[in-house]
């Protein structure tokens, strides 16, 4: 938003409150001293961190050609997320099979070009209904799970 000031005729940028611009997280002070330490790294100290990227067994590294970033974003982030393990080290049951079904069933219905909607139409069911199976809120019972499975199969996909 530009705002004239009575001393100074030109336009002053205003800052503006967007309650959703950092990821959970992360706030402006968080973003600017990453960004603060990868300025500041040494050709070497970059290196190092990249190495040791590839050694941690909880991470892994791909090169995506940069214009396919936004696009490998998009996706990562419509995936629904895999459920934190218990202090036990188990993962819920009924959390994970429900985000584990969510993936499958996306990565289907795209490699089979259909929207929601389109498969919601040939399985006979609401677009509701696969949006909800695809965002991990339900579990499909038999049924469901049986006329999703016809209509990809129909549609081309080996399930």
Do not use: C
Request: hydrophobic fraction near 35%; avoid cysteine.
């Amino acid at each position: 938003m530009k705002t004239k000031s009575k001393n100074n005729p030109a336009p002053l940028l205003q800052k503006k409150k967007y309650p959703n611009q950092y990821s959970k997280g992360w706030n402006r002070k968080r973003v600017q001293a990453v960004l603060k330490h990868y300025e500041n790294q040494t050709e070497e100290e970059a290196v190092a961190e990249d190495e040791a990227a590839y050694q941690t067994p909880k991470t892994t590294m791909m090169q995506v050609p940069f214009e396919l970033v936004p696009k490998v974003q998009r996706l990562i982030v419509r995936r629904p997320k895999l459920p934190d393990p218990l202090a036990n080290g188990n993962y819920p049951a009924a959390e994970t099979v429900r985000a584990v079904y969510a993936r499958k069933l996306i990565q289907e219905r795209e490699s089979a070009g259909l929207s929601q909607s389109e498969l919601a139409r040939r399985a006979g069911l609401r677009p509701e209904t696969i949006n909800r199976l695809e965002k991990g809120k339900h579990s499909p019972d038999t049924a469901t799970l049986g006329k999703i499975t016809k209509a990809l199969r129909a549609a081309g996909v080996k399930v």
